[in-house]
């Protein structure tokens, strides 16, 4: 039995009208006294895409997706869910939307399969059907061989996928997963990426929050770039990498001290300031023709700067962030 079919199996909300927007948000503000976590976010996410919302700790992403889901009211602004007014209707909005917050919601006291029975007889599903939807989510999840165990002997990747499970216990057609992978090892990453990718080809929805670019760039539709409450770029990853330019030639100064000079010799050639980014000494040079990599290199080199390493690529969400923002995502520069 495939996620779809579990939902369907309960009272799942579907979307009114047939809506091709699952959300529809302009000029969201949420402020905490004088600081406006949220600055006037306007949003558009098309049924069955995954859209992400890239940014850093602080960026206002976690709060936006509070306001969205009713968890928080919106100061200023509006926002649709297939067409139902969240601060107007927001009863009929929460049958529409499954979260998954940063962290594990679930009771560590009881058993996966407890769990998850309870949570359902929570949202009115009578025992028996409850026990279906439990034992066949375990099974959607690969967590039938732990299903009797307490939660508290589950690793970090288990508590999430159950977690994800818990959501889809009515089979919501819209799910927000705020940074679903944080703290996961490469490997449980990779199984939650393929856990999302699997909600989407069986129609669901999904608003996925991150401050891991190559998340981003691996399994979003479109993104919308944020920092300090703004919305600041929005896009399909590779529209976003080619708003930066055509080829990114990767420089690493011998001498960190001289990147200002370096910044200044690549700005007589491009006619650009390059990205700085967190390494130190490291230059992105964005280009629009990749053979202007030779001038930059003779124009380095005729001002008398070593290079330690030097590549051509094409750009990066990485270069797309740090030329956006001027700072890369807590993620990243913590790596």
């Not at 402020?31 to 306007?42: H, L, T, W, Y």
């Not at 098309?46 to 009713?70: D, H, Q, Y």
């Not at 139902?84 to 919601?105: F, K, M, N, W």
């Not at 959501?167 to 940074?179: A, C, K, N, Q, Y």
Request: with cysteine; proline share 5%; aromatic share 4%.
């Amino acid at each position: 039995m495939n996620i779809t079919e579990l939902g369907r199996t309960g009272d799942g909300a579907a979307p009114p009208g047939g809506t091709e927007q699952a959300v529809l948000a302009a000029g969201l503000v949420k402020a905490f006294g004088e600081q406006r976590a949220v600055d006037g976010i306007d949003l558009e996410v098309r049924s069955g895409e995954i859209f992400g919302v890239l940014g850093p700790n602080g960026a206002g992403k976690t709060t936006m997706l509070r306001m969205l889901s009713t968890l928080l009211p919106i100061d200023a602004g509006h926002a649709r869910i297939f067409g139902v007014d969240v601060a107007g209707e927001p009863h009929v909005i929460r049958q529409l939307v499954g979260v998954t917050g940063q962290y594990a919601s679930v009771d560590e006291n009881l058993t996966a399969r407890e769990n998850l029975w309870l949570f359902a007889r929570l949202q009115g599903i009578p025992s028996s059907r409850a026990r279906r939807i439990a034992d066949g989510l375990l099974g959607q999840f690969g967590l039938e061989e732990a299903a009797d165990q307490p939660i508290a002997q589950f690793s970090g990747g288990m508590r999430r996928r159950l977690d994800l499970a818990a959501s889809l216990i009515t089979r919501p057609p819209l799910i927000f997963l705020d940074e679903p992978t944080t703290g996961l090892d490469p490997r449980t990453r990779g199984q939650m990426w393929a856990t999302i990718r699997g909600l989407v080809a069986d129609g669901c929805t999904v608003l996925l929050t991150t401050q891991y670019l190559d998340e981003a760039d691996q399994l979003a539709d479109r993104i919308a770039v944020i920092d300090h409450g703004r919305k600041v770029a929005e896009g399909t990853p590779d529209e976003l990498k080619t708003a930066v330019g055509n080829a990114t030639l990767q420089l690493v100064l011998a001498e960190p001290a001289e990147s200002p000079a370096a910044a200044e010799a690549v700005r007589r050639v491009i006619g650009a300031d390059p990205v700085l980014s967190p390494e130190k000494g490291r230059l992105n040079v964005p280009l629009d023709q990749a053979d202007l990599a030779a001038d930059v290199l003779i124009a380095l080199r005729a001002a008398g700067l070593s290079i330690s390493s030097v590549s051509v690529a094409k750009p990066s969400l990485d270069e797309v962030f740090l030329a956006l923002t001027g700072h890369g995502t807590d993620a990243e520069e913590n790596r």
